[in-house]
């Protein structure tokens, strides 16, 4: 699933672009019921989706993107595993016997709350990918090119938040006219910033601004596709970070954790 391609909706994401990791009590057990079967050959596009009710769905979905949604690493981080990793497509629907929550109540809830939920079911994708792709995984860093996120020369251009309500926390990127991107957040730190600059990017970017606090911003680019070139007139990522936030990526090498896939077996129909 590249990351220009691809529609990624989680619900447990929506209310709050952070991240978290997966505390030490696991859940008793992974999804209740899972149905996994070959996409449609002529299917377009790919979507995950968490459903408030605990319904996690996946449709036209390569097991090396339900790694990065698990694991919650990029393509550039996984290696190994066999050559159909990501070319074969699977539909997926599983129902967790974790409570929903609506959109609303979502909303209401805590960073820790909302953490918690989405950390439990990071936890089960993971139990549903060893049990039935029977993926073994394994971590290792490596010293890779990266990006080191730094203030430009006249100095920042973003705003310290003023709403100190911690359920408006956000963060997202929607495409827009013309082949522009916009990514906008609302009261959030710049750690949250590296994480969508590292998909659009294509590598591990560090936050060495020095910027601490939560944030409000709105940048507005034009997305490289690739082998096809930029997706239509306007600046790059690049530019409109130095010329809309006052923010710099210096290209440079660092530690970069990576996922190594050992062995993996295609999921049987059911």
């Not at 505390?23 to 377009?44: L, N, R």
């Not at 409570?99 to 989405?118: F, H, L, P, V, Y």
């Not at 609302?186 to 600059?197: D, T, W």
């Amino acid at each position: 699933m590249s990351r220009t391609s691809v529609v990624v909706s989680l619900v447990l994401c929506a209310a709050r672009a952070g991240f978290c990791q997966i505390p030490a009590t696991a859940p008793e057990s992974g999804f209740e019921v899972a149905s996994i079967k070959p996409a449609d050959p002529a299917a377009t596009g790919a979507r995950v989706g968490v459903s408030p009710g605990g319904m996690f769905t996946a449709t036209n979905v390569t097991l090396k993107a339900l790694i990065q949604q698990a694991y919650e690493v990029r393509d550039f981080q996984i290696s190994g595993g066999p050559g159909w990793l990501d070319t074969q497509r699977y539909d997926i629907a599983a129902k967790s016997n974790l409570n929903g929550a609506s959109d609303d109540e979502m909303r209401k809830m805590t960073d820790q709350q909302r953490d918690a939920i989405k950390a439990q079911f990071l936890l089960k994708l993971r139990m549903l990918l060893a049990d039935r792709f029977q993926l073994k995984i394994h971590r290792e860093t490596k010293e890779l090119p990266v990006y080191a996120l730094t203030v430009a020369r006249n100095g920042p251009k973003i705003k310290i938040a003023v709403d100190d309500d911690a359920t408006r926390s956000s963060l997202g990127i929607r495409r827009g006219d013309a082949g522009k991107a916009q990514i906008r957040g609302i009261r959030v730190p710049l750690a949250n910033l590296v994480r969508i600059l590292s998909d659009q990017v294509g590598r591990s970017v560090m936050d060495k601004t020095e910027l601490n606090g939560n944030y409000d911003f709105k940048m507005t680019f034009t997305p490289d596709m690739g082998l096809q070139g930029p997706a239509g007139d306007g600046p790059s990522i690049v530019t409109a970070l130095q010329e809309q936030l006052g923010l710099r990526l210096e290209s440079e090498k660092g530690p970069v954790e990576v996922l190594v896939v050992d062995s993996a077996q295609k999921a049987s129909e059911n």
